[in-house]
């Protein structure tokens, strides 16, 4: 579990993270969203003590972190930027980390085949691909079988096989009852890794929510309609809170009523329907607006 | 007697392989790093070549050394530890990179994200590289006192015995003044976290300033107590016969800068963002 309460970090007067306040539950995966600048990052490194909080506190399974007896059975990190020596090889470095938890080469190389870097192990990693590098760096993270995963951006550089990877990865360690927090700016990514999510936005949190509440609460769901009676299907829907939106071609977007009720309703009017789909808004749709809001409500509220 | 096997409690913490942090662990953990990295290999190659056959060099050329009053034994093997002086900079560079190579590729954060408490990493680094330097120097050096006396006594030059007044301190004093050279060069990396300002200063402090200090006739009173002159009276003589500090009070001013880096290194290290 993390627990992070009035987190605030200030490089100089620039306030990177702004008296941010959540709570990352074991057992699902929690995705980390925000628009590049917001404190992803930032926080990421406070909750690994590397970075020191301006104020407010960081707790890593109920304890502070920097003082845990065994930091690698607490935590495991993955940070954005490579943080490996490009000097010795894939084995090196992590057998370097292990020795400090008195890990044993088994277990290196275990994480080694883990993340399918058993044919590298061997080369300098200075000479591996952004893709081998982060795999690296998952590898080094999951090093110790922490209680929490924290992994900034772990899919940057992944082809789709890697990516694919790291999905059933986050989700068989959060069903084996670990803490598991992730942030990635692939929106579509997160809707399919991630139970809960929390938002950033310059520093403040927008919202902490499900993916499910998130993308229903940020933009309505809707149906698309396909019909050559646009016109006379939309007088047969008007309803309050019912709005239809019409592009001029055969096709028209309703929401505020469901897909059944669309079908019934042109079915007893004898209106042919070629096309009747329910859509969700995305994460993405959902994620922009979120954020759009928080911008312009902080560049209105400097003025 | 052993106590019957006790069927752990089920928990709902997950497993793990993890064990706690020790001061040892983390020595073994720098070791490995140390170990694997060729510039280590490739200046501590360096450093012995040097050591070694420098001294031979010196040996096989100029007039055979002839011990007298005014030519100490000690004198000698000072000269025949020349390379010495070449070699301290290729070992401050394993010293400065032992740090400032973690900064620079990133390192630094996996290194203390796994040791948040930081201060385990520093003590680490320093024992394992005085650890190696120490010994490595020390067979160095006496490879030289063999190899550099074999050939002045060849060549019709006194015979000088290990024994002889000065002599051991010389020899073995070489080996300490490097291993504290090393640590100076790894508190200058852990202070600056770049590796150029941390090999630059370096390069200033045991190369050109003393040359500065020589030639400015106000400040030359300080001359004796800069790193390099201070604990070269350890080793050898820089300055003569004039200079002012015995052999051991000269490495106890070295080590005391070796000892104010280390503390303003620790203190950036454990106050100051990753």
């Known amino acids: 579990m993390i627990e992070i309460d009035g987190l605030t970090k200030r490089y100089g007067d620039k306030t990177a993270v702004d008296g941010l306040s959540f709570v990352v539950e074991p057992g699902v995966v929690t995705g980390f969203l925000g628009p590049n600048g917001a404190g992803k990052s930032t926080t990421m490194r406070m909750i690994a003590g590397l970075d020191r909080p301006t104020s407010g506190t960081v707790r890593v399974n109920g304890k502070h972190y920097p003082s845990s007896a065994a930091p690698m059975a607490e935590l495991g990190i993955l940070l954005d930027a490579r943080s490996v020596h490009p000097g010795l090889s894939a084995r090196s470095n992590l057998l370097a980390l292990a020795r400090t938890a008195g890990i044993g080469r088994h277990r290196v190389d275990e994480v080694i085949e883990l993340a399918g870097l058993s044919e590298v192990s061997g080369t300098r990693a200075g000479g591996f691909s952004l893709g081998m590098g982060q795999r690296l760096g998952v590898a080094a993270a999951l090093l110790g079988q922490p209680q929490t995963v924290v992994l900034d951006e772990p899919v940057n550089g992944l082809d789709p096989d890697g990516v694919r990877w790291i999905r059933l990865l986050l989700k068989s360690l959060a069903d084996e009852g670990r803490t598991v927090f992730v942030s990635s700016h692939l929106m579509s990514e997160m809707a399919q890794t991630a139970t809960q999510l929390v938002v950033l936005g310059r520093g403040k949190l927008i919202t902490e929510a499900s993916v499910e509440d998130f993308v229903d609460h940020a933009t309505g769901t809707g149906v698309l309609v396909r019909t050559p009676e646009t016109g006379r299907l939309g007088q047969l829907l008007a309803a309050p809170g019912v709005t239809v939106v019409n592009d001029g071609t055969d096709l028209i977007r309703v929401s505020g009523t469901t897909a059944e009720h669309i079908g019934a309703a042109a079915w007893r009017a004898h209106l042919p329907v070629y096309e009747l789909t329910p859509t969700h808004a995305s994460l993405e749709e959902a994620f922009m607006q979120v954020t759009r809001d928080s911008i312009e409500y902080h560049a209105g509220a400097t003025r | ?274």
């Not at chain 2, 497993?15 to 510039?39: D, F, H, I, M, N």
């Not at chain 2, 620079?104 to 650890?131: C, D, E, F, N, Y």
């Not at chain 2, 002599?167 to 202070?191: M, Q, W």
Request: aromatic content about 8%; charged content about 10%.
């Open chain 2, 1 to 274: 007697m052993s106590a019957p096997a006790v069927q752990a409690p089920a928990t709902a913490t997950p497993a793990t392989v993890a064990g706690p942090v020790t001061q040892a662990r983390v020595v073994r953990a720098e070791w490995t790093k140390l170990r694997a990295l060729r510039s280590t290999r490739w200046c501590g190659l360096g450093a012995i070549v040097l050591i070694v056959g420098l001294g031979a060099a010196i040996a096989e050329g100029g007039a055979p050394y002839q011990v007298t009053a005014a030519n100490p034994a000690a004198a000698a093997i000072s000269d025949a530890l020349l390379g010495l002086m070449f070699a301290q900079l290729m070992l401050g560079m394993v010293g400065v990179l032992a740090f400032s190579g973690e900064y620079g590729t990133g390192m630094i954060r996996a290194t203390l994200a796994v040791v948040p408490s930081r201060l385990p990493v520093l003590w680490a680094k320093l024992i394992v590289l005085g650890g190696l330097v120490l010994p490595v120097t020390l067979v160095c050096a006496l490879a030289d006192f063999f190899t550099a006396t074999a050939l002045e006594s060849a060549r019709g030059g006194s015979v000088i015995s290990l024994t002889a007044p000065g002599v051991l301190r010389t020899v073995a004093g070489s080996s300490l003044y490097l291993t504290v050279v090393v640590i100076i060069g790894l508190a200058l990396g852990a202070l600056l976290r770049k590796t150029a300002a941390a090999l630059a200063v370096f390069a200033a402090v045991f190369f050109v300033v003393p040359i500065v200090v020589n030639v400015l006739p106000k400040i030359t009173g300080f001359a004796p107590y800069l790193p390099s002159n201070a604990g070269g009276s350890l080793w050898g003589d820089p300055l003569g016969a004039a200079h002012p500090l015995s052999p051991w009070t000269g490495f106890a001013v070295l080590c005391g800068y070796a000892v104010v880096l280390t503390a303003a290194a620790a203190w950036r290290l454990r106050r100051q963002d990753a």
